[in-house]
Nanobody
Framework: QVRLVESGGGLVQPGGSLRLSCAASGFTFSRYAMSWYRQAPGKERELVAG????????NYADSVKGRFTISRDNNKNTVYLQMNSLKPDDTAVYYC?????????WGQGTQVTVSS
């Protein structure tokens, strides 16, 4: 059974940091490119960051460049999103995604709220 389980979300003040984790099981993790998406209320889901199979290449949305870092540990079947200098506009549900060709999996999401 394929599972992607996100954790690490919560309430943080502007300027603060959070580290999201996504633990994968039920598929060959190292075959899949991994990404983080987010969806704010009333908005479409958007790509935040992506990382290739072995972590050699990463990409980021312009809105998070220089503040967020995506990484992965293929030995632990886990992908991470380090989020620094958080802003209220970063408030959203964050979703983990695994993609390999036509095969695509999603996690259930974790809420991140940035507010004073």
């Amino acid at each position: 059974q394929v599972r992607l389980v996100e954790s690490g979300g919560g309430l943080v003040q502007p300027g603060g940091s959070l580290r999201l984790s996504c633990a994968a099981s039920g598929f060959t993790f190292s075959r899949y490119a991994m990404s983080w998406y987010r969806q704010a209320p009333g908005k479409e889901r958007e790509l935040v960051a992506g990382i290739t199979r072995y972590g050699f290449t990463t990409n980021y949305a312009d809105s998070v460049k220089g503040r967020f870092t995506i990484s992965r540990d293929n030995n632990k079947n886990t992908v991470y999103l380090q989020m620094n200098s958080l802003k209220p506009d970063d408030t959203a549900v964050y979703y983990c995604n695994a993609t390999w060709g036509p095969s695509r999996y999603w996690g259930q999401g974790t809420q991140v709220t940035v507010s004073s």
